[in-house]
């Protein structure tokens, strides 16, 4: 065992941060820039975090790759043949490990060999007071002092408390995106983000997929976006099992879930119940850093913890698990740490789910709106009004503006279509300038376009729009 010590010897602020994903590498960046010098703690040999290494990235490669096959086998033109593709999921995981090892050089690992003052100490780190850190790697232990230390352990995939479950050798998402081989049937445990977007993915490649969802899926969200995906779901042939209890889960060979629907079974399980923050080897309690109950670390505007040295960002922390969340939390929090005094804002936070069709919400739902004593006026269009729907023979779907009554101010938007990511920065925009449903339906949107949908919505709340022409005047 050696002991080393890091410590400073000039003037030059020393900021630590534990981790290496997005809100690591953001807040690095930053504190280089405002002179600090930064050294980074990875207990893992990769560096890169989730997103770019089994989140973000491969999963929407995989995506992508079960889209176009669908539309291969059910594209809706008279004149296009359909027919079913073949299907070489080693080649597909291939080129989609290839551009993770890009993206991770680019994004990640050339950052540290451009910046000098970023270095890399490999090992689990955790706290001795507020100040200093000690870090395991093997039989090596050494002793980290630093000014401030940011921590962006990120998160890991929750497993249920399910009788068997952790007994068998099911799937998280990680496992689910570096298979090379197709399950013939899948059971997927979940019925949020994740869950959805591979369930989904997999159904498309060939996997008979059944989802069992303890409610209904997208509980959280506005329940017109669970109920229509969930018709879209069963239209493309998974099977959906809702208000489900799982008592036991065991493994012969195949999986075998014993619900209040019956016994059913699976070649595959995958589990995607949510994330956990990764906090419990940080010795949070021995410093007096408030973790919440379910293991995240409690941080206020600033990414400031209950101490007043230590900061934290990225899924480790109460903020919304998102990578781009994370990115801006990690900025934030190295100004701060550098003497700055900036707030994160969050008020206007788009979120998208990359189903088929997508979801993406900003803002504030009616239900929530309500929850705030704020009234609302609300209007949902359906897809087959928006001229570019019906030209992509796309209209699955709707497109909802929730305004305050009386000032018409746009609270909130959700939409379910094809390239709802595309259209919801719009709709985040909007908030952000506080402007008004007439704001909205008096600006000029592009014609054949999707987002157009947004102001043929907008125009709803005073006109019967199917007595319009077209390109929504």
């Not at 496992?175 to 399950?183: G, S």
């Not at 408030?290 to 480790?316: P, W």
């Not at 990690?330 to 990359?354: E, Q, R, S, Y």
Request: aromatic share 6%; with cysteine.
């Amino acid at each position: 065992m050696s002991n080393s010590d890091y410590c400073d010897t000039n003037k030059q602020p020393h900021i630590a941060i534990i981790g290496t994903g997005s809100s690591a590498f953001a807040a690095a960046i930053k504190a280089v820039d405002g002179g600090a010098r930064v050294t980074l703690i990875e207990q893992q040999k990769t560096i890169g975090g989730t997103c770019v290494n089994v989140g973000c990235v491969p999963s929407k490669i995989f995506i992508r790759a079960a889209h176009l096959a669908h539309h291969q086998r059910t594209n809706p033109f008279d004149g296009l043949q359909n027919n079913e593709p073949n299907i070489d999921r080693k080649a597909l995981y291939a080129q989609q490990a290839a551009r993770v090892v890009e993206l991770r050089a680019a994004k990640y690992e050339s950052i540290l060999e451009t910046h000098d003052d970023i270095s890399l100490i490999t090992g689990t780190a955790s706290f001795i007071d507020k100040n200093t850190l000690t870090i395991i790697n093997g039989e090596d232990t050494k002793t980290l002092s630093a000014d401030k230390i940011l921590i962006a352990t990120g998160a890991s995939a929750s497993v249920p408390p399910i009788n068997g479950l952790v007994d068998t050798p099911f799937w998280t998402s990680t496992e689910a995106l570096e298979a090379d081989e197709l399950p013939s049937t899948m059971l997927v445990i979940g019925s949020s983000v994740v869950a959805l977007e591979l369930a989904q993915a997999y159904s498309r490649l060939g996997t008979q997929v059944t989802i069992l969802a303890r409610s209904k899926l997208l509980f959280k969200e506005d329940p017109q976006l669970g109920e229509e995906l969930t018709t879209a779901f069963r239209d493309e042939g998974i099977t959906i099992f809702e208000q489900t209890q799982m008592d036991n889960v065991s493994y012969d060979g195949e999986f075998t879930v014993v619900t209040n629907h019956g016994d059913i079974s699976g070649q595959q399980l995958l589990v995607a119940t949510g994330r956990r923050p990764n906090t419990s080897k940080l010795n949070l309690d021995a410093i007096g850093v408030n973790v919440l109950g379910n293991g995240s670390i409690e941080v206020n505007t600033k990414m400031e913890t209950s101490v007043d040295s230590v900061y934290a960002a990225g899924d480790c922390s109460s903020l919304p698990q998102f990578v781009y969340v994370a990115a801006a939390a990690g900025t934030h929090a190295a100004t701060n740490m550098l003497g700055g005094d900036v707030k994160l804002n969050l008020n206007v936070m788009p979120a998208v789910i990359f189903t088929d069709p997508q979801i993406a919400t900003v803002g504030l739902t009616e239900e929530q709106a309500h929850a705030q004593n704020i009234e609302t006026d609300s209007r949902s269009l359906p897809l087959e009004n928006v001229p570019r729907a019906l030209a992509n023979f796309e209209t699955h779907g709707f497109i909802k503006l929730v305004a305050e009554s009386g000032s018409g101010r746009l609270l909130g938007a959700q939409i379910l279509s094809a390239e709802a990511g595309e259209m919801i920065q719009t709709a985040a925009m909007a908030i952000q300038n506080n402007m008004t449903i007439n704001d909205i339906a008096n600006m000029l949107f592009p014609y054949l376009t999707m987002v157009e949908g947004l102001k043929l919505t907008a125009q709803t709340f005073n006109k019967d729009i199917k007595q319009l022409s077209c390109c929504a005047g």
